[in-house]
C-alpha cells in the first residue's frame, strides 16, 4: 500500500517562506512521477508543480513560476515544494500526488497552507 505523508505546512505572513514535505513509502518511489496539488476554498484543485521522475525535468503553474521550487530525493523517497514570497492567494491545502501516467495515481492527505496578515 502506497502512502504518502505531507508535512510543513502553517500559517505565514505575505512574502514569507514555506517548505513542504511529503514522505512516500510502500513502493518503488523512483518511478513516480512526484507532484503538488492545491485546493483553495471554493476552487477546483490545480497542479502547482512537478517533478520527473529522474529529476531532469520540472514543470511549474504560472502562479508558482518564480517563487516555489520541486525537487526531490529518491534516496529518502521524499518530495519538497520550497515556497517564497507567499501570497494571500497562496493559502490552501497543498496535497502531494504520486503518479505512474496510465497506471496508477496516489494522494496525501494535504496540508494547509494560510498565508495571513
Known amino acids: 500500500q502506497v502512502q504518502l505523508v505531507e508535512s510543513g505546512g502553517g500559517l505565514v ?3 514569507g517562506s514555506l517548505r513542504l514535505s511529503c514522505a512516500v513509502s510502500g513502493s518503488t518511489f523512483s518511478s513516480f512521477l512526484m507532484q503538488w496539488y492545491r485546493q483553495a476554498p471554493g476552487k477546483q484543485r490545480e497542479l502547482v508543480a512537478a517533478i520527473s521522475t529522474t529529476r531532469s525535468s520540472a514543470h511549474y503553474a504560472d502562479s508558482a513560476k518564480g517563487r516555489f521550487t520541486i525537487s526531490r530525493d529518491n534516496d529518502k523517497n521524499e518530495v519538497y515544494l520550497q ?5 494571500f492567494e497562496d493559502t490552501a491545502v497543498y496535497y502531494c500526488n504520486a503518479e505512474i501516467p496510465g497506471i496508477a495515481t496516489y494522494w496525501g492527505q494535504g496540508t494547509q497552507v494560510t498565508v495571513s496578515s
Open 13 to 15: 505572513q505575505p512574502g
Open 83 to 87: 515556497m517564497h514570497s507567499l501570497k
